[in-house]
């Protein structure tokens, strides 16, 4: 087996968890055959393809390895080193939400939502909320009120900000996970779980549970993709109430485990599919429908950022034509050759409108900022500007 070339590699796309990687490895236009060469050191495998025309590693953390901000930290310091030709990083993967009904408009964030880490007038995109000082009875005073994790890189934002003004952009994110939800994992599919099993409970006065009533949202508006802070912290969060203590102090809109640790070493991009609510009734039935969703909005992102070429790019190894992936759509191009940058290689076609007529099957929404309202193909902002 011949081995890869960590400069022909320049995005890294980090999925900490195994059902996170496999659902990127899914979104692979194709798997690249090899193997990265490696020395005493080098403490992680990653795995290789292409995506919308540009050359990914999958790096995620090693079998049965304590997951939280040390662990990821670690994983994005030696991708950082490992490829010297890193242009961005994108971190992948699940999170809590926090829904917020009191607000005005509600916001009724569910089971199987996208959430994208995006900074607001008085957040930064990501919070580390448990990082700061100790001052007694008002609590946690966070380092410099929130703002010590680096932004994201500013390629990775016009991207998403893309994504917000296309009309088309719902129908690809959709398309994509409609591509691989049948995928098999370890434990079934990465299909929806069914809205009759989101249940979100509020606590009242007395400190009890009680469920909030939401309706059904109907199939074409079924995802709702939510921009704004999202929290990272070393800690598992279980409760409920302290969930929305954090909601009300920084207006978080989810809570992970693994941004803190990245950020200042790798400005990714983060994505987050909602997979809880951060209480006590956590579950992982929702995890592989939530990754999907989050890998599809990753892919979406890569689609809009168009390579420049270097030239006299080494050669590229041959790649496994066995690992292509048929669902994709793609302009095709030479076989065996990972996507190439100045090696005369034609770069794939992006698959933006691939599947729009089929959108309604799995219509999703884009919120925060602004709302994206899709199923019939058109957006609308709120606010004074209307686009349809």
């Not at 964030?109 to 007038?121: E, K, N, S, T």
């Amino acid at each position: 087996m011949e081995n890869l070339r960590p400069e022909d590699y320049h995005i890294v796309w980090i999925a900490p968890l195994d059902i996170e990687a496999r659902a990127a490895l899914h979104m692979l236009d194709h798997r690249h055959a090899g193997k990265f060469p490696t020395s005493r050191g080098d403490d992680y495998v990653f795995q290789a393809g292409d995506m919308c025309g540009h050359n990914v590693v999958i790096a995620t953390l090693p079998a049965g390895q304590e997951y939280g901000t040390g662990s990821a930290a670690a994983l994005a310091s030696q991708a950082k080193r490992f490829f010297p030709n890193f242009w961005f990083g994108l971190l992948v993967g699940i999170a809590a939400g926090i829904p917020d009904l009191q607000r005005t408009p509600p916001r009724d964030i569910r089971l199987g939502d996208v959430l994208v880490a995006l900074p607001d007038v008085d957040s930064s995109g990501t919070v580390a909320y448990d990082l700061g000082r100790d001052i007694g009875e008002d609590g946690l005073q966070l380092l410099r009120q929130g703002h010590i994790l680096a932004q994201t890189e500013p390629i990775v934002r016009s991207a998403i900000g893309s994504i917000q003004l296309d009309p088309s952009s719902a129908a690809e994110v959709s398309q994509y996970y409609e591509n691989m939800k049948n995928q098999k994992h370890r434990n079934g599919t990465f299909v929806d779980p069914g809205q009759e099993r989101d249940v979100l409970y509020r606590i009242d006065e007395n400190g009890g549970e009680q469920v909030v009533e939401r309706p059904p949202r109907p199939d074409s508006q079924r995802t709702t993709v939510w921009y704004g802070p999202i929290g990272s912290g070393e800690k598992l969060m279980m409760n409920a109430a302290k969930r929305d203590e954090l909601s009300d102090k920084y207006g978080i809109i989810g809570l992970e485990m693994e941004a803190a640790g990245i950020m200042n070493r790798i400005p990714v991009g983060v994505i987050r599919g909602v997979c809880d609510y951060a209480d006590k009734r956590k579950n992982w039935d929702w995890q592989p429908y939530a990754a999907a969703m989050a890998a599809a909005y990753a892919k979406a992102v890569l689609s809009r950022i168009h390579q420049s070429r270097t030239p006299n790019l080494p050669e590229p190894p041959k790649r496994d034509e066995s690992q292509v992936n048929n669902n994709s759509k793609r302009r095709k191009r030479r076989p065996g050759k990972p996507v190439g940058r100045g090696n005369g290689i034609r770069k794939q076609r992006n698959s933006r409108t691939t599947g729009e007529a089929d959108a309604g099957r799995h219509g999703i929404i884009f919120s925060g900022k602004g709302n994206q309202l899709v199923g019939s193909g058109s957006i609308s902002i709120r606010g004074k500007q209307q686009i349809s």
